[in-house]
């Protein structure tokens, strides 16, 4: 592995994800697995379902 590579796999270790990037990926991973299992899913139908939990979850919370 090459010098510059390495210095970049160090950096990115110590890089801790915002909660908004952490969601972000979340659906995407969603989206990827479910679509590859159905194409008729979409992002907006991931991003529905995802706000629709939030939504469940805050009220759950008391939020």
């Not at 299992?37 to 991003?47: A, C, F, H």
Request: overall charge neutral; glycine content about 6%.
């Amino acid at each position: 592995m090459g010098e510059e590579l390495q210095k970049l796999i160090e950096v990115a270790k110590s890089v801790t994800p915002t909660p908004e990037h952490r969601e972000a990926q979340r659906r995407s991973f969603a989206y990827g697995n479910t679509a590859y299992e159905n194409g008729r899913i979409t992002r907006e139908m991931i991003d529905e379902q995802a706000d629709k939990l939030a939504r469940a979850e805050n009220d759950r919370r008391g939020r």
